[in-house]
């Protein structure tokens, strides 16, 4: 859990908080969705990835919809 919101910078101060209490957004770590990976719960990925470096698998932040995937064109 962060100790302030990814989304708005507020402090969070219950340590069992599942969601920002100023904005409502998740403050539970960025996760991979595979609960056969081992970022799935054993380490955490970074707040703006998508998809996990290790297996390719959706982030909970981006099932979620608390962050989105850009499209790069080259």
């Known amino acids: 859990m962060y100790t302030h919101c990814p989304e ?3 402090r969070i101060t219950r340590e069992d ?12 770590v960025n996760k ?11 380490s ?5 990835d998508c998809y996990c470096y290790e297996c390719g698998s959706k982030s909970t932040y981006l099932t979620l919809g608390i962050i989105q995937s850009e499209e790069f064109k080259f």
């Open 44 to 48: 955490s990925l970074a707040k703006d």
């Open 32 to 42: 991979c969705s595979n609960i056969d990976c081992p970022h799935n719960f054993e």
């Open 17 to 28: 908080a599942s969601y920002c209490s100023n904005c409502g957004k998740s403050v539970e």
């Open 8 to 10: 708005c910078n507020a």
